[in-house]
């Protein structure tokens, strides 16, 4: 047999590394039931059709897609706001608005792998479904924020625009849709100079390239400053300036419910997938380039997908990169002690009342261990501290002949003298 490896760009999580990913998953979930989202789990395949409508050019030819035994053209999903527009057109469709959506798990795209970019990875998802208010956009901005911060990330930032400004200048140029999301994937890919140079085979007036030449260079980190200097530029194409109006909305109520995040405001910043139509985002940490999480508005999507018309606002958190910032930053887990126990005889001849012990507090439904390796007490206890056991029962000579143990608090140090059914209660009467 030869040696398997896994399949280029998949990775094995050991102990350790599934720790950190659950980890945040968990602060994701928390974040969730914080701001109201409730959890949905769809399906990893769906039909490449639904995924690449709106995936935008280069997604769509990271796909893993194949065709299934009943010859169907499908595709491991790349994201989870295609699949959940889809829920929302159809199942959901007369569900009373808003929805608040979340919802995690692994996506697939055919990326080179290398730091922070996976062919397998994971997001938390959240989407606000129904609402065109700004106040929705402030939401998806303030959760991020909120996980970000909770997970103990320090001196982070958001990138924010709003497809709507470049976009409603190049409508206003008559240029089609098609050849609008060819110019916001140059712009994606920052390639500036193409972007021009594109703009101009288009036949874009002369006004319309020193337009996108002057927003291209407009960013900064005061918004109400970056918002004059863009109202400045777009003059006289209206679309672009209600577009602006929207994004001065978003970054007002910021700016005045004191939410509190470091930010630039950049008018040429565009994002790779086709569907945002309003205020898009991303995030970053200074010691990596790769962001966070990424997301935005997207008010045609479920309406394309046969939906009634409705406006929406989401997000995406790689998973894997949070925990990779985390360790760049050297952030601690913060971790409260399991409510564990690890059960250690110290005479050879209690290790059958050790058994019987261990028994009883898992008959009580407390996970227990019992000492199998023959170690001295302070190397077991060293072990236990180390996997987070929250405690350590000593099956003691003196304590024994009283028909009591020595239970041990590992988070507190303390340590009590008690019968195994005192201990039982005592562990199971401790909130967690
Ligand atoms: P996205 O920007 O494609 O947006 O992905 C969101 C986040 O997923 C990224 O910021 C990054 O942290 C993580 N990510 C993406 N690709 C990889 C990869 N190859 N390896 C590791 N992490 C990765 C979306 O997916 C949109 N669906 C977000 C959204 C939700 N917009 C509205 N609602």
Redesign the pocket.
């Known amino acids: 047999m030869p040696t398997f490896k896994t399949v280029r760009g998949m990775r094995d999580f050991l102990p350790e590394e599934a720790e950190k990913m659950r980890y945040v998953e968990e602060a994701a979930r928390e974040t969730a039931k914080l701001y109201g989202f409730e959890e949905i789990i769809t399906p990893v395949l769906e039909s490449y059709e639904l995924l690449s409508a709106k995936a935008g050019e280069e ?1 769509r030819e990271r796909m893993y897609v194949f065709e299934d035994l009943g010859g169907r053209k499908i595709a491991l999903r790349p ?3 295609a699949s959940i527009a889809r829920l929302v057109a159809t199942t959901l469709r007369n569900y009373p608005k808003p929805l608040r959506l979340f919802c995690v798990g692994s996506l697939y ?1 055919y ?1 080179e792998p290398q730091f ?4 397998e ?1 994971w ?1 938390s ?1 959240y ?1 606000l479904i129904g609402s065109d208010k700004p106040e929705a956009d402030v939401e998806i901005l303030a959760l991020t924020n909120h996980l970000v911060a909770s997970v103990g990330l320090k001196h982070y930032k958001f990138k924010i625009g709003h497809v709507g400004i470049i976009r409603g200048i190049l409508s206003q140029e008559g240029i089609k849709e098609e050849k609008q999301t060819h110019i916001m994937h140059l712009l994606d890919k920052k390639e500036w100079n193409q972007t021009l140079q594109t703009l101009k085979e288009f036949k874009a007036s002369r006004k319309c390239v020193k337009t996108l030449t002057q927003l291209i260079k407009t960013r900064g980190e005061n918004p109400a400053e970056v918002v004059k200097t863009i109202k400045r530029h777009v003059e006289g194409y209206e679309a672009a300036a209600t577009a602006l109006e929207n994004l001065n909305q978003i970054l007002c109520l910021v700016e005045e419910s004191k939410i509190g995040f470091d930010m630039t405001v950049e008018a040429g910043f565009a ?3 086709d569907y945002y139509t309003g205020m898009i985002f ?1 995030v970053f940490v200074p010691e990596m380039k ?7 508005r ?1 008010d045609k999507l479920i309406q394309l997908f046969g939906g009634e018309p409705t406006p929406a ?6 998973i ?2 949070i925990a990779l910032a985390m360790e760049k930053q050297k952030t601690p887990l913060k971790k409260p002690k399991e409510k564990k126990v690890l059960v250690i005889p110290l005479k050879e001849e209690l290790k059958t009342r050790a058994i019987g012990i261990a028994s009883a507090f898992r008959k009580a439904g407390i996970p227990t261990e019992i000492e199998v390796m023959g170690r001295t007490v302070s190397r077991a206890l060293q072990d236990a501290d180390r996997r987070n056991v929250g405690y350590a029962v000593l099956v003691a000579p003196k304590e024994m002949e009283k028909g009591k143990i020595i239970l041990k608090n590992l988070a507190k140090r303390e340590q009590q003298v008690l019968t195994v059914e005192e201990a039982i209660q005592s562990i199971l009467n401790v909130k967690t």
Do not use: K, P
Request: charged letters at 30%; aromatic letters at 12%.
């Open positions: 997604l994201e989870f706001t795209r990326d922070g970019r996976y062919r990875f997001q998802n989407e994002r790779g997938l991303e790769i962001a966070i999480g990424g997301g935005g997207y606002v989401g997000v995406a958190h790689g894997d990169r």
